[in-house]
């Protein structure tokens, strides 16, 4: 195994590739590297957690009381703010359900988005404009600075509470089940991505999937206060309408776009050049390929969403993430929000 990366990089950022430079180069690499590795399997899978791991005790121990924390903090957030809104602003019952879920996550990607970009925008790092960068002086059990750490501390914990809330919390949906392994691979990455160092990429992933779902949970609140206190209210109409459509070619372009011609030619091909025996590149490369699927998955949901647009089958913005209301489960209570449901609507299920 390579004990460091290169020293340095090219003199000037390396130009983004097309989709198809992406894949034959990715492909090369890939298939150069299992060529190449003579005592692939098991043995070798443990000997690089052995030598290339870090991960302390105290730093898990950390990661699950932060999800505690975030689990502790929702629910004191739905009881104390999310719901007393709700009431005063007089949103229509299957609304005042949801609209906690939606607030919640708002605000949590809004903040994280926000710090990612500055990390990435704010300071010296130059991961974004430079992807490759991103594996330049890599070499194992690196420290990881503060500010990226703080920021792997706040996602990686706020996806182990996520896990639980998509059971227990949050309403169910048809996408739920695939929701649910998103946010298990997701967590997933950032655990093994901050023990093997590879911090640097993870931030540039986390920035280009944040701001899909800042927009997705914009777009729902305005929907549920749309209709608040029985009237039709146009601003918030224009503001969900707005947001639909900047979240639909906002994912496009940076979870369809930007990942893979950044992040995964970066993991895929990159990578080996500043580290050619970098450790578990097939297993960091597979996870990171089921999270491109993934939001294929679901960018297919907002086609299908816009072609039901276009054609008049749908004439009102509901729910992104349930746009076919003949096809939809009925969404499953969420502990927190039972309450509510059954002090406001007594004979209806969502």
Not at 203 to 227: A, P, R, W
Not at 245 to 266: E, G, H, T
Request: hydrophobic content about 50%.
């Amino acid at each position: 195994m390579a004990a460091a990366g290169t020293a340095a990089g090219p003199a000037g950022p390396e130009p983004m590739p097309s989709y198809a430079q992406l894949v034959q180069r990715s492909w090369g690499s890939a298939l150069a590297a299992a060529r190449g590795c003579a005592d692939c399997g098991w043995g070798l899978a443990r000997r690089g957690l052995a030598e290339h791991a870090h991960l302390a005790p105290p730093e898990l121990l950390l990661l699950a009381l932060g999800a505690l924390g975030w689990t502790a903090l929702r629910s004191a957030a739905t009881a104390r703010l999310f719901r007393p809104l709700a009431k005063r602003c007089r949103l229509q019952p299957r609304d005042a359900a949801k609209m906690p879920e939606s607030a919640w996550k708002f605000l949590f990607y809004l903040g994280a988005w926000s710090y990612s970009a500055y990390l990435l925008f704010g300071t010296d790092y130059p991961f974004f404009h430079d992807p490759p960068s991103v594996f330049y002086d890599w070499t194992p059990g690196m420290v990881v600075p503060r500010d990226i750490a703080a920021a792997y501390l706040l996602q990686g914990s706020f996806y182990g509470h996520s896990i639980y809330a998509t059971l227990y919390m949050d309403a169910w949906r048809k996408d739920s089940v695939v929701m649910l392994i998103h946010h298990v691979v997701t967590l997933v990455l950032i655990v093994s991505s901050y023990a093997f160092r590879y911090h640097n990429v993870g931030i540039l992933v986390l920035f280009l999937h944040d701001i899909s779902d800042v927009q997705l949970e914009f777009t729902k609140l305005n929907v549920y206060f749309k209709s608040r206190g029985g009237s039709h209210h146009r601003l918030h109409a224009l503001a969900a309408d707005l947001g639909c459509l900047s979240f639909s070619l906002s994912w496009f372009w940076f979870r369809l776009y930007w990942f893979p011609l950044k992040v995964l030619y970066a993991t895929c091909h990159s990578s080996l050049r500043s580290v050619p025996d970098i450790p578990f590149y097939f297993f960091f490369n597979a996870l990171l390929l089921l999270l491109t699927l993934m939001n294929l998955y679901w960018f297919l949901y907002i086609v299908a969403f816009a072609a039901k647009v276009l054609t008049g089958q749908v004439r009102e913005l509901k729910d992104v993430r349930e746009y076919d209301a003949a096809e939809a489960q009925s969404p499953k209570p969420s502990k927190a929000e039972k309450p509510l449901r059954n002090g406001l609507v007594k004979d209806k299920r969502f």
